[in-house]
Structure formats: C-alpha cells, structure tokens
C-alpha cells in the first residue's frame, strides 16, 4: 500500500461513521435515482416509473460508471472525483452522458415534467463547472445535487417538500466532516443547486 493510500485509509476510519453513511447513502447518483422515481410514480404512475429509470441510466449509472471506471484505472482517485482537476474535466462527460439521455427522452415523448428535470439537472452542471474550472474553486455537487431535488420536488408535489433542506443541510455537514469541502464550498452548492434546478425546472415543466 502506497503512503498516499494508507493516509486516505486512516482519513476513512477516523472519519465519524454518520458522515460516511450520509454521503455514501445520499450522494448525488442516488438522490437522481430516488428524485426521478417518486415524481415519475406520483404524477405519472407506473410509466412515470419506467421513464425515470430511464432518465436515471443516462443521468446517475452511466456517469457513476465513468467514474467508478476512472477510479479502477487510477486516473480519478477516488468515486468522488475530490480532486479539483479531475473533477473539472468530468463534469463534461458526465454533462454528455445527461444530455443524451435528455434528447432520446423528448424525441421518444417522455412526460415533459421528467424531460424538464433532466434538464434542469443539466443546466446545474454548468454553474458547477464554471466555478470548478474557471474559478478553480470545488463547489460541492453533494449540496448542489440535493439542494435542486428539493427545490423541484417542492414544484412538483408540493411546498411542504422544502422541509428537505433540513437533509441538505445534514448532507453538507458530512462532507465538511469528511474534509472534503469548507463550508463555503457545501453552501455554495445548494445555492446553485436550488436557484438553478428549481428556475429551470419551473419553467420547462
């Protein structure tokens, strides 16, 4: 084991167990699955369903693949992509991959609200790489992720769905636990997560 690795090692096992969970468990490939899934089932019933999972393969496997793929050839580092580098340069593949899948969606006649939020997924990621490449700061897509999910879920099924701040909020403190991003860097990215997601969202649905 190289010492780059042992020290990431021990960073992970002194870490706190509930941060771990909490971003393994809510990290941004399942809450597109999760987000995707209840709103294609409650507003669209079972071929809401299907459409989501079909929405969710282009916009949360397919760029989790990537990465996963990256990180087995070593040229990522980890299934978080922390390096500010890296990062930038996945995040237009990851954007391809969510584009793709957004174009086969309206061609195939796809209920226009899942249409809309794959697009609203996609129009998050330019903020995101904006700040990443250009800024050369590494906003947090955890936040940004979770944050817009929130904001279109409180669109589409109803204000009481802004409660799930509160989860953003949990999500953002783990990642700040984990030293992976400042506090800045969490909040930064529910920002943009929100205000981008839930505009775009609002007006395409």
């Not at 593949?93 to 997924?121: K, Q």
């Not at 204000?159 to 990642?175: C, E, N």
């Not at 400042?182 to 505009?199: E, Y």
Request: a positive charge; glycine letters at 12%; aromatic letters at 6%.
């Amino acid at each position: 084991m190289s010492a780059t690795t042992a020290e990431a090692a021990a960073e992970t096992t002194a870490s706190p167990l509930w941060a771990r969970v909490v971003t393994r468990g809510l990290d941004p490939q399942n809450i597109i699955v999760g987000v995707l899934l209840l709103v294609g089932a409650v507003r669209h019933g079972w071929g809401g369903a299907g459409w989501a999972l079909f929405a969710a393969f282009f916009a949360g496997v397919v760029p989790q693949g990537m990465i996963k793929l990256g990180v087995r050839r070593g040229r990522l580092g980890d299934r978080y992509v922390g390096d500010r580098a890296k990062r930038a340069k996945v995040l237009p593949l990851v954007g391809t991959s969510v584009l793709v899948g957004l174009v086969l969606m309206a061609l195939l006649g796809a209920p226009r609200e899942l249409v809309a939020m794959i697009l609203a997924m996609l129009a998050t990621l330019v903020p995101v790489l904006g700040i990443t490449a250009g800024l050369r700061w590494k906003v947090s897509i955890h936040t940004a992720a979770s944050a817009g999910a929130v904001a279109m879920l409180a669109l589409a099924l109803g204000v009481w769905w802004l409660t799930g701040y509160a989860v953003v909020a949990l999500i953002g403190r783990s990642r700040v636990r984990l030293g992976d991003h400042t506090a800045a860097q969490t909040l930064v990215g529910a920002l943009v997560g929100a205000v981008t997601a839930g505009a775009v969202f609002w007006a395409c649905r």
